[in-house]
Every structure is written in C-alpha cells, then in structure tokens.
C-alpha cells in the first residue's frame, strides 16, 4: 500500500515526506484553498522526486504550464475530462469520487473505463464511517482519503486499498505539515507491516 501526503505547501514539507517514504507528494493548485501550491512549486518537488508528484485540481486545467506527472481531478467531472488528461495532456490522472453519493460504484466503472490510472474515493466526514461499504469493494487501483489520521489509519489498513491519502491530519497548522504527525503516521504503518509478518 502506497502513501499520499497532500496540501504540501513548501519543499521542506515535500522532502521530509518523501524521505519518510510517501510516493505520492499532492499540491493544490487552486488558489482559493488555504493549503494550496504553485507550478513552480511542484517543478521545485520533480527535481527531488521524478514521480509520483501529484497536482490537486478543482476544476479543469489549463494546459498552459503543467510540471506534475499525475493530475488529480478533485471535482464533478466527466469521462471525457479524464480522456483529454491521458490524450491531450499525456499525464496520468487520479479521479476523485465523493463516496457519499449513491452512484459511485458506477463511477468507478466510467472513470476506470475512461482510462483514469487510479481512483480517489473520499469521503470528506471520515472515510473510516464507510468501513461496511468498502470492504465490498475490490481496492486495487482505489486509494482512500477523508480525515485518515495516524489514529485511525490501522483500520483502513485492513481494507487493503491501493493507497491513502492523508492532508490536515498531519499538519502543525493549515498548510505547514507537522514531522512529528509525519513519523507518528509511519511509525504505525510499520508496526502493522511487522505483525503481518507474524
Ligand atoms: O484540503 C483541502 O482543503 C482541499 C481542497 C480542495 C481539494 C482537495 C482538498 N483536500 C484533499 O482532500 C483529501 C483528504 O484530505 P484530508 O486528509 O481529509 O485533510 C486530500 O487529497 C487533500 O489534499
């Protein structure tokens, strides 16, 4: 299971995630959200970490100046905005879908048929209040986010999702990440990595 640490706002947050050993690295580009980044920012992040940069969107991008290799499309969008991501742009996508809604194991469908290379499913309240949910559903190429903390990440383990994505969880204030909830967060996963050996 892979990590994503998201709402990185500076190189020293990204550097310490990476080396703690996070393989998704998220920067939010829309300005109206307190935890956002820049373009230059994520090119900043590609000379540390080639891929796996992950840039956060909440409406569609303009093809102006993109440097991440993954688009996030965190909004209501279409299986065509993903075809255009993959064919025009040529960048990989992540598809965001707000699990609280009825039809999101059809969106799965459309989004995976589209070509999305990963699906998102959040659920902004705490995804750990989906647990019956999930567990009937096939998490390969599905990461999981909503309030995931270095509390309640051992639940999620269980449920064995391609990766997670965690943001405020593990800051200090909105937009500063906290090494302390960093290590706490990797402190856990490997625990569980060790008694699964067992
Ligand atoms: O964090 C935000 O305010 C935000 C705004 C717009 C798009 C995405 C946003 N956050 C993303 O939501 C998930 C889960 O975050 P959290 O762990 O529940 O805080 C993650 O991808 C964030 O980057």
């Keep these: 299971m892979k990590v994503k640490i998201c709402g990185i706002t500076n190189v020293h947050d990204a550097e310490y ?7 998704f690295i998220g920067v939010i580009l829309d300005y109206s959200v307190k935890r956002h980044g820049t373009e230059d920012l994520i090119k900043e992040i590609k000379n540390i970490k080639k891929t796996g940069v992950v840039g956060v969107y909440t409406s569609m991008p303009d093809a102006n100046e993109i440097n991440e290799d993954i688009i996030q499309l965190h909004f209501d969008h279409s299986p065509g905005d ?5 064919n025009v742009l040529k960048k990989n996508v992540i598809s965001v879908i707000d699990i609280s809604k009825n039809d999101y194991l059809e969106r799965i ?7 999305s290379d990963y699906i998102l499913l959040e659920d902004r309240s705490g995804i750990v209040n989906r647990m ?10 599905i990461g999981l986010a909503g309030k995931i903390s270095p509390e309640n990440v051992s639940n999620i383990l269980s449920l064995n999702p391609e990766f997670i994505d965690l943001s405020s969880s593990l800051e200090s204030e909105i937009g500063k990440k906290s090494e302390k909830r960093i290590d706490e967060l990797f402190i856990k996963l490997g625990e569980k990595n060790a008694l699964k050996q067992y």
């Design 82 to 86: 993903v075809k255009y991501i993959k």
């Design 109 to 115: 469908d459309e989004y995976k048929k589209a070509g």
């Design 17 to 23: 995630s990476i080396k703690k050993g996070a393989e």
């Design 132 to 141: 019956d949910d999930l567990r009937n559903i096939d998490l390969t190429g």
